[in-house]
C-alpha cells in the first residue's frame, strides 16, 4: 500500500512540473502565433493572419466555465512527458486506438497534438489515402511533431497552427476529431466547440479523451480532471450529443459525441 501510495505521489509531481512552466512559456511566446516555423504551408500563414485579426476581438480568456476552472495549458517544455515509455501501461492508448474505429482513407484530427504521440498513431491507420491534421496553438510544439514525422518517415500528417478559439479547420472537411486530455484545457470552450462543430462533416464525430474525476486513484491534478456529468453537461449546451462511449480504460473517458440536428445557437446559455 506505501509504495502505491509513493507511485501516485511521484507521477502527481512529475505531471504538475509538465504544466508548471506553462504560463511562463506562452507569455513569453505571445499570441500562439506571434512567431512562424519552418515548413508551414501557405494556407497555414494565411490563416495565422486571420488568427491575428480575429483574436484581437475576442473578449478576455474565460477562468471558469460552466462551474469548472479552466486549467492552464501544457507548455511544450513538458512535451517529454507525452511520449513517456510508461505511457502504454498507465492509459493503453492502443486499446483507445482501436475504440476510434479509424479506417483507410479517413480526414482526421489530432486536436492539441503537442509532438504527436496520437497524430502518428492515427496517421498508420488512415493510410496513405487518409489525413491527420495535427492542431497546436504553439509552434514549437509543431516543430517537436515534424521532426518525429520526418524520423517516421510519416507523410500523411499536415501540422495546422491553430488559435485560442479556432482551430483553423475547413468546414466540414474531419470526419473524426480527437482531442486527449486537453479540452479541458481552453480557454474558449464554447467558441472552440463552436468552430468546431463547423470543421464537422454531417456525420463526423468528437472522440473526447479526459481523465476521470471521478476516480481518486488516477494520479492526475484534479484540476486537469473532468467528470462524465461536466463533459455531457457541456457538450450537450453546445449541439451535441452523446452518441457512444469506451468505458474500459484505466485512467481515462473516451466519449464520442456526434452533432445534435435538434440543437439552435440560441440553446447554448453560457458565453
Known sequence: MVRV????????LTIAACWSAASA??????????????????????????????EEKLPPARRRY????????MSHRGAGWLIRDSRDQEE??????????????????????GN??????????????????????????????????????VTNVKPVLGGLADPHLD??????????????????????????RKALKDDGVIALLEYRAEDPRVPILPLHKMSRKQILREYEANGYKLVRQ?????????????KDPDWKPEDAKQP
Not at 246 to 258: E, N
Request: net charge negative; hydrophobic share 40%.
Open 246 to 258: 469506451y468505458t474500459k480504460l484505466p485512467w481515462q473517458h473516451l466519449m464520442f459525441f456526434g
Open 66 to 73: 460552466m462551474g469548472r476552472t479552466i486549467a492552464q495549458t
Open 25 to 54: 512559456s506562452l507569455a513569453q511566446s505571445g499570441d500562439s502565433g506571434s512567431s512562424k516555423t519552418a515548413g508551414e504551408t501557405d494556407q497555414q500563414k494565411s490563416s495565422q493572419g486571420q488568427e491575428d485579426t480575429t
Open 92 to 113: 493503453r492508448p492502443r486499446e483507445a486506438l482501436r475504440a476510434l474505429q479509424l479506417k483507410p482513407g479517413m480526414t482526421v484530427c489530432d486536436m492539441g497534438c
Open 171 to 196: 468546414d466540414e472537411s474531419v470526419d473524426l476529431l480527437l482531442m486527449v486530455d486537453v479540452y479541458h484545457e481552453f480557454s474558449y470552450p464554447k467558441i472552440m466547440l463552436q468552430n468546431i
Open 5 to 12: 501510495v509513493r507511485v501516485i505521489v511521484a507521477v502527481s
Open 116 to 153: 504527436g504521440f496520437w497524430t502518428l498513431l492515427m496517421s498508420e491507420k488512415v493510410g496513405d489515402d487518409g489525413k491527420v491534421l495535427a492542431v497546436d496553438i504553439q509552434p514549437e510544439m509543431l516543430s517537436l511533431l515534424r521532426a518525429r514525422c520526418k524520423e517516421a518517415k
